[in-house]
């Protein structure tokens, strides 16, 4: 399996922005799709972004849409999420994984996870 490093989290202002990164060792699949979700302390887990590592489509969850990206680089076997203009409730431990064929958002179908990153947004 793959093996995840997340990084990047950290504490910011509201308004501010954060770019977190996904290192996955060796060389992923071409068909892997890789994402992002987060988990705020008794919430459920949640869908962040999905970006598939070959050809690069996304697709961003509604409640972050046009504030954060996902982009990759397949170079260097790592994946980011660029988050701006960051509120509050956004403040979880953000978990990148990666499956293999899956275009879903079920986190219960994706085998690999990193050990999270924690984002906190202050108001």
């Known amino acids: 399996q793959v093996q995840l490093v997340e990084s990047g989290g950290g504490l910011v202002q509201a308004g501010g922005s954060l770019r977190l990164s996904c290192a996955a060792s060796?060389?992923?699949?071409?068909?892997?799709?890789m994402a992002w979700f987060r988990q705020a302390p008794g919430k459920e887990r949640e869908f962040v972004a999905r970006?598939?590592?070959?050809?690069?489509?996304?697709y961003i969850a509604d409640s972050v849409k046009g504030r954060f990206t996902i982009s990759r680089d397949n170079a260097k076997n790592t994946v980011y999420l660029q988050m701006n203009s960051l509120k509050p409730e956004d403040t979880a431990v953000y978990y990148c994984?990666?499956?293999?064929?899956?275009?879903?958002?079920?986190?219960?179908?994706?085998?690999?996870w990193g050990q999270g990153t924690q984002v906190t947004v202050s108001s």
């Open positions: 060796g060389r992923t699949a071409s068909s892997y799709v």
């Open positions: 994984t990666a499956a293999r064929y899956y275009s879903g958002t079920d986190p219960h179908h994706f085998g690999s």
């Open positions: 970006i598939n590592w070959s050809g690069g489509t996304t």
